[in-house]
C-alpha cells in the first residue's frame, strides 16, 4: 500500500523526492501544489485549536541556529545518540534496535560491529571560519527555543502559570534509519507545546494534555480505531523525561508513534538556568512563592501527521465494475475544496463555470477543469480528495442552479448558485 501511496502522491502533486533529477536525496521530500496545501491547512489547524481558540497559550516562532550552549545544557551534545551497528557482510548501517537476535536486519548475518554511539545532531559552522569555536547545531527540535525565551515571552505575554507556549518548525536529525516515505526524514516539521506548570500539579497536566491531544486527531478526520495511547517503558524515556505516552497511528507497517506527551519536569529550565547563569524561575505573587515550573509537552511531527492522513484518508473501492481510488481526507484540511465542471466545453457553459470558480475562489480554493469527461474530472478529483464537485450543465443555463456532488457518497443534489459559498463552508468548516 505504501509504494501504491507514494505513486499517487507523485502524479497528484502531494509528494516529490527532493532534488529527484539528480537522483534523490535519501529521507528528504518536496511538497508539491496540493501537498502544501495539505501541510499548511494541517498546520492552521494545529495552531488554530492550541492557540487562538485558547487565552493559556501563546505562540513564537525562534531561529533554527542557535547558541551553542543551549544544546550542551539541554542534554543533547552528550545524550542525543543512537547506537549504531555496522553489517560487515552487507555493509548496511542499522539503529541498535533494529537488531534482532544479533542478526543484520538487512542480510541476517551475524557478521556485525557492537553498537558505538552516534549523535544525530547536524553540525555546521557559522562565519568563515571552520573551527570548532564555530560549531552551531541545526535545531533537533523547536522545543528549546520555547525554553531560553521563557521570561521573554512570559512578561509582555502577561501569562500566569499554568500557561504554555506554542511553536510550528523545521527541525533536524540525522537518522542513521530513515525511511517509509515520510515517516522518518533528516529535515521535518514539528508542532510543539510546552505548558509550564506547578510542581505537584505536573502529573495531572499530562493526563489532561494526554487527553486532548487524543481527541484531536480525532477531530482531524482519523479513524478513532487506528489510534492509541503508548505508555512509556523506563527504558524507552527520553533523558528529560519523567513519564512519556506516545500517540500512536496502525500504519501499514505497524503501531508507530504520532506524537510524543512528555512531563519533562524542570530539567529543562533548571539546566538553562544553570549554563546561562539567568533566572529563569517564576514568581507566583498570589501565593508569594517562587519555584521553577515543570513542562508538560506536546510534541507533534507535521510531516507524520500528513502521512497518518494519507494513510488513513486512502480508499480503493469498485464502482461500476471499475476501480476508484479516493482520499476521503477530511473537508476541512483537503487541499482543494471543490471542482469546478463545465459538463460540456460549450453553449456557455465553460464562462459560466469560469464564473462560479471565480466566485468561489475568494471563499476557499477551488480547482477549475474543463478537460476530459466529467466521470474523468471526478475522478480526478477525488483522487486528489476534493470534497465536493461543482458541475454547469444545460439547466445552469435556465434557473442558474448547479450539480454538487459528494466525494464519499457520490450522490449528487442541486443547489442555486448564489447559495452555493453558504452550502460549502457549512459542509467544510462546520
Ligand atoms: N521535543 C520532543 C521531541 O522532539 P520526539 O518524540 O523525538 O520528541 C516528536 O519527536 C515528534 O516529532 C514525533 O512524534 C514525530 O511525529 C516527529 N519526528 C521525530 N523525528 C522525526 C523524523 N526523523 N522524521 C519525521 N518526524 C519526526
Known amino acids: 500500500m505504501m ?25 528528504c521530500w518536496d511538497y508539491g501544489p496540493l501537498g502544501v496545501e495539505l501541510k499548511n491547512n494541517i498546520k492552521r489547524f494545529w495552531w488554530r485549536s492550541m492557540t487562538q481558540l485558547r487565552d493559556d497559550i501563546v505562540g513564537i516562532d525562534a531561529s533554527i541556529l542557535m547558541h ?165 517503558q523506563n527504558k524507552e524515556l527520553a533523558h528529560y523525561a519523567k513519564d512519556a505516552y506516545d500517540i500512536e497511528y496502525e500504519f501499514p507497517f505497524g503501531w508507530k508513534e504520532l506524537e510524543g506527551i512528555h512531563n519533562r519536569t524542570d530539567y529543562d529550565l533548571s539546566r538553562h538556568q544553570k549554563h546561562s547563569g539567568k533566572d529563569l524561575s517564576y514568581f507566583d505573587d498570589e501565593k508569594n512563592e517562587r ?25 480503493e473501492e469498485e464502482v461500476r465494475g471499475e476501480k476508484r481510488v479516493v482520499l476521503k481526507l477530511h473537508p476541512r484540511i483537503a487541499p482543494m475544496k471543490a471542482g469546478i465542471f463545465p459538463l460540456v466545453k460549450r453553449d456557455g457553459m465553460p464562462e459560466l463555470a469560469r464564473k462560479v470558480a471565480h466566485e468561489l475562489r475568494s471563499h476557499m480554493p477551488v480547482f477549475y477543469d474543463e478537460t476530459g469527461s466529467v466521470g474523468r474530472r471526478y475522478r480526478r478529483q477525488d483522487e486528489a480528495g476534493t470534497p465536493f464537485g461543482i458541475t454547469i450543465d444545460s439547466q445552469t443555463l435556465q434557473d442558474e442552479t448547479v450539480t454538487i456532488r459528494d466525494r464519499d457518497t457520490m450522490t449528487q443534489e442541486r443547489a442555486k448558485i448564489s447559495d452555493l459559498a453558504g452550502i460549502l463552508q457549512k459542509r467544510i468548516y462546520g
Not at 3 to 27: A, P, W
Not at 180 to 188: A, D, G, H, P, V
Not at 296 to 309: H, Y
Open 3 to 27: 509504494d501504491t501511496l507514494v505513486s499517487l502522491c507523485k502524479r497528484r502533486g502531494f509528494i516529490f523526492q527532493s532534488s529527484e533529477i539528480y537522483g534523490g536525496l535519501n529521507s
Open 291 to 315: 519555584y521553577i515550573p515543570y513542562i508538560i509537552e506536546t510534541s507533534a511531527g507535521v510531516d507524520r501527521t500528513l502521512l497518518t492522513c494519507l494513510v488513513d484518508a486512502y480508499h
Open 68 to 232: 551553542p550552549q543551549v544544546w550542551v545544557a539541554s542534554g543533547h551534545v552528550e545524550q542525543f545518540t543512537d547506537p549504531l551497528v555496522d553489517c560487515k557482510s552487507c555493509k548496511q548501517r542499522s539503529r541498535g534496535d533494529e537488531v534482532k537476535d544479533g542478526k543484520c536486519p538487512h542480510c541476517g548475518s551475524r557478521e556485525i560491529t557492537s553498537p558505538r554511539l552516534f549523535n544525530l545532531m547536524f553540525k555546521t559552522h557559522m562565519g568563515p571560519v571552520e573551527d570548532e569555536s564555530a560549531i552551531v547545531y541545526l535545531r533537533p527540535e523547536t522545543a528549546q527555543g520555547i525554553y531560553v525565551n521563557f521570561q521573554n515571552v512570559l512578561n509582555p505575554s502577561r501569562q500566569k502559570l499554568p500557561f504554555g507556549i506554542a511553536q510550528i518548525g523545521k527541525a533536524f536529525r540525522n537518522e542513521i534509519s530513515p525511511g517509509n516515505f515520510i515517516f522518518r526524514m533528516r529535515e521535518f516539521e514539528q508542532m510543539e507545546m510546552q505548558f509550564f506548570v506547578k510542581p505537584g500539579t505536573d502529573m495531572e497536566w499530562l493526563d489532561q494534555w494526554k487527553t486532548a491531544r487524543l481527541a484531536w486527531y480525532g477531530d482531524l478526520g482519523l479513524n478513532p480505531a487506528k489510534l492509541r495511547l503508548h505508555q512509556h
